[in-house]
């Protein structure tokens, strides 16, 4: 017998006469009959069912963001102040920016910040956010495509506040593009990016 047919048998006496509860002892009694069986009714542990969101956010890469790059500011606070989301990853302009994943791309900004910007909502549920990307065409911004993993999507360039710094910008969002930020760089070394 498993837990679900073991709650559905086990039914609360909620039929019986309510003279059955007039003693506080046999009250007392009912009380700890519903505990254990509200206790029997909780599905049972199982240590093997991961979480649908790791705490960690640690997703699984299929491809580098980037390939042969050096890594420049990490995820965390900066130096000067602030706190930096992603983590940015240096190559020359020009460099090949690859889907991490099957997904939508959505080309998102073409000013602000980050400079020319894009989302990968992939199919893992996580966004990944690329920035300082080289300048695509105004009509591209806003729109959405679907791409594979390993496609290029764009290429690095020092576009926003770069400081003329070329270099990928890369961030994980978990859960989507308004997901919380997490530190790429575990991801990134599990799918041995250098
Ligand atoms: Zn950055």
Same mark, same amino acid.
């Given at each position: 017998m498993d837990a679900d047919n073991l709650c559905m048998t086990r =039914?609360? #006496?909620?039929? =019986?006469? #309510?003279?059955?509860?007039?003693?506080p002892v046999v009250a007392l009694i009912a009380v700890a009959f519903v505990a254990l069986a509200a206790t029997a009714c909780l599905p049972p542990a199982d240590s093997t069912t991961p979480p649908a969101a790791p705490p960690t956010g640690m997703a699984t890469l299929?491809?580098?963001?980037?390939?042969g790059f050096t890594y420049g500011n990490g995820f965390g606070p900066l130096p000067g102040g602030g706190f930096h989301y992603g983590i940015d990853m240096g190559a020359p302009e020009g460099t090949p920016v690859y889907a991490v994943r099957n997904g939508t791309l959505w080309y998102w900004s073409?000013?602000?910040?980050?400079?020319?910007s894009l989302y990968l909502k992939a199919d893992d549920g996580n966004t990944y956010y690329y920035t300082h990307l080289t300048a695509y065409p105004a009509?591209?911004?806003n729109t959405q495509h679907k791409v594979s993993v390993g496609d290029v999507i764009e290429t690095v360039n020092h576009t926003g506040?770069?400081?003329?710094f070329d270099h990928l910008h890369f961030e994980v969002r978990v859960g989507g593009p308004n997901g919380t930020k997490v530190n790429p760089r575990p991801m990134l070394d599990a799918a041995g990016c250098k």
């Open positions: =039914r609360l #006496p909620s039929s =019986r006469s #309510p003279r059955a509860f007039r003693r299929g491809h580098c963001p980037v390939e073409t000013g602000d910040i980050g400079g020319y009509f591209l911004e506040n770069a400081n003329g």
